[in-house]
């Protein structure tokens, strides 16, 4: 599946690869809203489900949140 958010590499596309994508957010030098809007644009592309702790620890890994 091509990505969604334009920067999550294709092999990340897949419902069972939410432990690598939040891991891949984190690293990325994104704001915390950007963060969490890729991990939903990619939870609803892949039909995956996030948890609001997994949302959170996201956005706190934000740029804006440093």
């Known amino acids: 599946m091509k990505s969604v958010t334009n920067f999550l590499p294709e092999e990340l596309m ?3 690869k939410v ?3 939040i891991a891949y957010l984190k690293a990325a030098p994104l704001t915390g809203d950007d963060k969490i809007r890729a991990l939903i644009v990619w939870a609803r592309n892949v039909g995956a489900k996030t ?3 997994q949302r959170a ?3 706190a890994s934000g740029i804006d949140n440093r």
């Open 14 to 16: 897949e419902p069972g």
């Open 57 to 59: 620890a996201v956005a």
């Open 19 to 21: 432990g690598a994508v």
């Open 51 to 53: 948890s609001a702790s």
